[in-house]
């Protein structure tokens, strides 16, 4: 199988990349960096740039299937010019996507873009099935919902089309985790206001294997990438403190607090999202991890870091 990657160098892409590459797949990859690109047997760049509506057409060459993850990363500060690259690097992405395949005589059988479960209405109680259709009153929930209904365009194209509305990336090498973790690790950790908003995870690899089961399986529709068992804040950051032997013992910070430091973007630490993985269970995919203590130990790896704390 051959898959065409835009958002390959990311921190999901990197995983798939790698997860393909064990199984024989040939990685086709968009970069909006020259530099970036590589031509080996296996693994083959092509320049993009979705701002000017620049592609390299030959990137669809014999392809099966492509892998959309392209996206600003909505950790930095929303203010109004962030917030505007946060939405037109998704939308214009998909643009120049389905545009190019309209130019080309291509080979795809499926489709697959990156979401995310920011579009489910802040909520304690409610638990979200892909059916749901309210959007949370939020930046976030506008973009996700915008960004799906471009996603939703590329369905005029002979092939499946999906779309993983991803949830917290449990991972070492980048994401809110090792923000998270920091500050547990060195004594500084703490609950963000009543620690009882939900927090929907999933595994790095688990998120990978995800998107190529869709692929693999040429599922369509809305698909929720988290794990089987969401946990609060108070569990995960109690979780988080139990792999590193630490206490938590500064006070919970209440989302005044964090506004004033980060703006708008607070509202990413107090958002509960209790999200349902059923859907993607009943299509066949099995979960190597569904427990957030086995998850956490094997991202953060609690033997090395153990040993690194006592020499």
Same mark, same amino acid.
């Given at each position: 199988?051959?898959? #065409? ?5 990311g921190?999901i ?13 040939t990685?086709?990859y968009? $970069?909006? %960096? ?7 047997? &296996?693994?083959?760049?092509?320049y ?12 669809f ?10 996206? *600003? ?13 946060? @939405?037109? $690097?998704?939308?214009?992405? #998909? ?6 395949? %309209?130019?080309?005589?291509? $080979? ?5 873009s ?5 579009? !489910?209405? &802040?909520s304690?109680?409610n638990?979200?099935? =892909?059916?749901?259709?309210?959007v949370?009153? $939020? ?15 590329? +369905?005029?194209?002979?092939?499946s ?6 949830g ?5 090498h980048?994401g809110?985790?090792? +923000?998270?973790? +920091?500050?547990?690790?060195? !004594? ?7 620690? =009882? ?12 294997k995800? !998107?190529?089961? /869709?692929?693999?399986?040429?599922l =369509?529709?809305?698909?929720?990438? /988290? ?18 032997? +630490? ?9 005044g607090?964090m506004?004033?430091?980060l ?5 990413? #630490?107090?958002?509960?999202?209790? /999200?349902? %993985? ?6 066949g995919?099995?979960?190597? !991890?569904?427990?957030? %203590?086995?998850? @956490?130990?094997d *991202? ?6 153990f ?5």
């Amino acid at each position: 199988m051959k898959i #065409l990657i835009a958002g390959a160098t990311g921190l999901i892409g990197e995983e798939i990349v790698r997860i393909c590459h064990n199984r024989n797949y040939t990685v086709h990859y968009l $970069s909006t %960096s020259k530099e970036k690109i590589e031509d080996q047997n &296996n693994y083959k760049g092509f320049y993009w740039n979705p701002a000017k509506g620049k592609i390299d057409l030959a990137c669809f060459k014999d392809v099966d299937a492509v892998i959309n993850l392209s996206g *600003v990363s909505i950790s930095k500060r929303w203010n109004k010019i962030n917030k505007k690259k946060i @939405l037109n $690097s998704r939308v214009k992405s #998909l643009q120049l996507l389905d545009d190019s395949i %309209s130019k080309v005589n291509h $080979s795809i059988q499926s489709f697959v873009s990156a979401s995310a479960i920011g579009i !489910y209405p &802040n909520s304690y109680t409610n638990y979200y099935l =892909e059916d749901n259709t309210g959007v949370d009153n $939020s930046f976030l929930g506008h973009v996700v919902e915008k960004w799906e209904s471009e996603a939703d365009k590329l +369905k005029k194209h002979e092939f499946s089309v999906a779309k993983i509305r991803t949830g917290l990336v449990l991972s070492s090498h980048g994401g809110a985790l090792p +923000k998270m973790a +920091k500050p547990i690790r060195y !004594y500084g950790g703490t609950v963000f206001g009543n620690g =009882e908003q939900w927090q929907s995870w999933v595994h790095i690899t688990d998120i990978a294997k995800i !998107y190529l089961h /869709v692929i693999e399986n040429q599922l =369509e529709g809305v698909f929720n990438g /988290v794990a089987p068992n969401p946990v609060t804040n108070n569990k995960l950051t109690h979780e988080i403190a139990d792999v590193y032997r +630490k206490p938590i013992i500064l006070p919970n910070i209440p989302m005044g607090v964090m506004k004033f430091i980060l703006g708008d973007m607070a509202y990413l #630490l107090y958002a509960s999202q209790r /999200v349902s %993985s059923k859907k993607i269970e009943a299509s066949g995919y099995n979960f190597s !991890y569904s427990n957030i %203590s086995l998850a @956490l130990k094997d *991202v953060l790896n609690e033997k090395s870091q153990f040993h690194e704390e006592l020499a």
